[in-house]
C-alpha cells in the first residue's frame, strides 16, 4: 500500500487571510472501535472553519481521519481530539465539528464541538431577498 494512516496534519498558507470566508469539508466514512465492546462505530464528520494563516491539506486530513481506524474512542472524546489537533495545526479564527454517529444500541449521536479565536467576531449574517 503506498499511503498510510498518519496523525500528521499538513497545512499551506491561507491564499486570502485578508478576509474572513468559511471552509466546508464532509468526511463520510469515518471509524475508529468501541472501547466497550471492541465492535466498530461509523460516523460522518462536517468541518467548518474560517481560516487564518493557514489550511488543512485535505490528503493529509484523509490519512489523520484514518488513523483512527484501530483505535478504541468514545464519540465524545475522539471529536473533541480531532478539533483539537486540528486547531493546533491550522489555528484557525473560527472552527466547528460535528460529529454525526451511526446508530449504536437504538441511540443516534451527534457531537459539536467549537474554537474561536480570542477577539474573533463573525461578520452579520447576510440575508438576500
Same mark, same amino acid.
Given at each position: 500500500?503506498?499511503?498510510?494512516?498518519?496523525?500528521?496534519? @499538513?497545512?499551506?498558507?491561507?491564499?486570502?487571510?485578508?478576509?474572513?470566508?468559511?471552509?466546508?469539508?464532509?468526511?463520510?466514512?469515518?471509524?475508529?472501535?468501541?472501547?466497550?465492546?471492541?465492535?466498530? @462505530?461509523?460516523?460522518?464528520?462536517?468541518?467548518?472553519?474560517?481560516?487564518?494563516?493557514?489550511?488543512?491539506?485535505?490528503?493529509?486530513?484523509?490519512?489523520?481521519?484514518?488513523?483512527?481506524?484501530?483505535?478504541?474512542?468514545?464519540?465524545?472524546?475522539? %471529536?473533541?481530539?480531532?478539533?483539537?489537533?486540528?486547531?493546533?495545526?491550522?489555528?484557525?479564527?473560527?472552527?466547528?465539528? %460535528?460529529?454525526?454517529?451511526?446508530?449504536?444500541?437504538?441511540?443516534? %449521536?451527534?457531537?459539536?464541538?467549537?474554537?474561536?479565536?480570542?477577539?474573533?467576531?463573525?461578520?452579520?449574517?447576510?440575508?438576500?431577498?
Amino acid at each position: 500500500m503506498s499511503t498510510r494512516p498518519s496523525k500528521e496534519l @499538513d497545512t499551506f498558507p491561507n491564499p486570502n487571510p485578508q478576509r474572513d470566508y468559511t471552509i466546508r469539508i464532509d468526511l463520510p466514512e469515518f471509524t475508529c472501535i468501541c472501547p466497550k465492546t471492541g465492535q466498530p @462505530d461509523f460516523a460522518q464528520f462536517k468541518i467548518e472553519y474560517v481560516p487564518d494563516a493557514k489550511c488543512v491539506e485535505l490528503k493529509s486530513l484523509k490519512l489523520y481521519m484514518w488513523s483512527y481506524r484501530e483505535e478504541g474512542a468514545f464519540h465524545e472524546a475522539v %471529536t473533541n481530539k480531532i478539533l483539537e489537533d486540528l486547531v493546533a495545526a491550522t489555528e484557525p479564527r473560527f472552527m466547528r465539528l %460535528t460529529g454525526v454517529w451511526n446508530v449504536r444500541g437504538g441511540v443516534y %449521536t451527534t457531537v459539536i464541538v467549537e474554537h474561536r479565536q480570542a477577539g474573533w467576531q463573525p461578520a452579520p449574517k447576510v440575508e438576500l431577498p
